[in-house]
């Protein structure tokens, strides 16, 4: 009668056959958790009495999966048994829905009529169905040349992984640094190329999974700062402008994210964050170098550029313009003058011809101002020979002329038609 159970084991120590010639091969090749799986058993010779399984490295009772009597088909559960391993009349050792801890090395030792054993040997690898990973980063705003980009895939799965950058498989650069194991990814002083999302994927042969994107910004700038002129840089030239008509400069500039702007003219700032700044009707007072400044507030860094902004040559042609252009009766006007001589002297508002007993008042370069003979004690007049005429009435319409004489004695006269509504 054949031994059974533990003590035939006892006995194949010592009968032990140092050349195996059985072989061992899991079926599906690479099964995924979950799967059925059986490790299939070639290579039997003669008339097998009984099987044992072991699901360790060595011939231990410890490792013990199932014993299994031909003859009777009595089977006998092992201490390594998990109560989901079955062994079938050929010796094959069926598994039922596997879990990664299966994996590793099986041993099928067999029994025959001789009482001489053989032995085989296996290996099954259980790969898991893999969990979503996550891409943890230190910082997900960095600035350029200053900061360190590190981003780390979390996964509980030992599988391999690969990156993704902006959803294209990331070939790792030489400025691009990689642990050991794939998982950190690395860059000191990082560039603004590395802007975007980055994704990690796990995989092993039978499951794939990719984590969500996470975004990364890189500050930078501002840099090349220029001021623009109907799309074409004027950044350090002289910008001529006819009188009286319009001009927009833009302030442009590579930065991340888009500065902050403040204009200056002649040093004063003006009144305007816009990157874009709009003159309009172009006079003397509007002259002179207007410098864009940009500020970067997550670099801290910023940038300038200027342009000079002059008249044309046609600009000391002078023009009056009332405003309000109708002014009715107890209103205030003021004639403005738009072109007036840069390099002027005095000048003098006459209420009709230009003469003495017309004159209402004249400016000397000191900005006094003195009445005329014709002065109501309404009249009112400004540095850049502008006159205001307060409290209208009907009597003040008619003409108006302006006198100037420049510091290289060229003297001109100027008229204008003033218009008075009544009230009704």
């Given amino acids: 009668m054949a031994p059974t159970g533990c003590g035939w084991l006892l006995l194949s120590a010592a009968l032990l056959n140092a050349k195996a010639e059985i072989s061992i091969t899991p079926e599906p090749a690479q099964p995924a958790e979950g799967d059925n799986v059986t490790l299939a ?231 305007n964050g816009q990157d874009h700044l709009n003159i309009s009707g172009m006079s003397a007072a509007q002259e002179g170098t207007y410098t864009c400044i940009a500020k970067n507030p997550k670099t801290l860094l910023s940038g300038s550029a200027s342009v000079v902004v002059k008249l044309t040559a046609a600009a000391v042609t002078m023009m009056i313009v009332p405003v309000p252009a109708k002014p009715s009766e107890g209103q205030d006007v003021t004639l403005t003058v738009q072109g007036y001589p840069r390099d002027l002297l005095v000048y003098a508002w006459y209420r009709g011809p230009a003469s003495e007993p017309n004159r209402l008042l004249s400016q000397l370069p000191s900005g006094n101002w003195i009445a005329g003979p014709a002065h109501t004690g309404r009249e009112v007049g400004f540095a850049n020979c502008s006159l205001l005429v307060q409290k209208l009435n009907v009597t003040d319409a008619g003409r108006y002329t302006l006198k100037t004489v420049t510091l290289q004695g060229k003297t001109d006269t100027l008229e204008v038609e003033l218009q008075v509504a009544p009230l009704a």
Avoid at 233 to 246: L, M, Q, Y
Wanted: proline content about 6%.
């Fill in 41 to 271: 058993v070639q290579g039997l010779a003669g008339e097998v009495l009984a099987y044992s399984w072991y699901a360790g490295p060595t011939l231990s009772l410890t490792y013990l999966v199932a014993s299994y009597i031909v003859s009777t088909g009595d089977e006998t559960p092992g201490p390594a048994h998990t109560g989901r391993e079955a062994v079938r009349p050929d010796g094959s050792l069926d598994i039922h829905s596997v879990l990664p801890g299966h994996s590793g090395t099986y041993i099928l030792q067999t029994l025959n009529r001789q009482l001489q054993t053989e032995v085989g040997y296996g290996h099954l690898q259980v790969y898991e169905i893999l969990a979503q990973p996550t891409v943890q980063a230190n910082n997900t705003e960095l600035v350029e040349r200053k900061d360190t980009l590190r981003l780390a895939c979390s996964s509980p799965s030992p599988a391999e992984v690969r990156w993704f950058f902006n959803g294209e498989a990331l070939p790792i650069a030489l400025r691009l640094s990689l642990s050991p194991d794939g998982r950190v990814l690395s860059r000191r002083g990082v560039r603004r190329e590395e802007a975007g999302t980055y994704q990690c994927e796990v995989w092993n042969p039978v499951s794939i999974s990719r984590s969500e994107p996470i975004k990364l910004t890189v500050y930078f700038g501002p840099e090349r700062v220029a001021i623009l002129q109907d799309s074409t840089a004027r950044t350090g030239c002289t910008i001529k402008v006819d009188f009286n008509s319009s001009l927009t400069l833009w302030c442009v500039s590579r930065s991340c994210p888009e500065p902050e702007y403040v204009w200056a003219l002649n040093g004063r700032a003006l009144k």
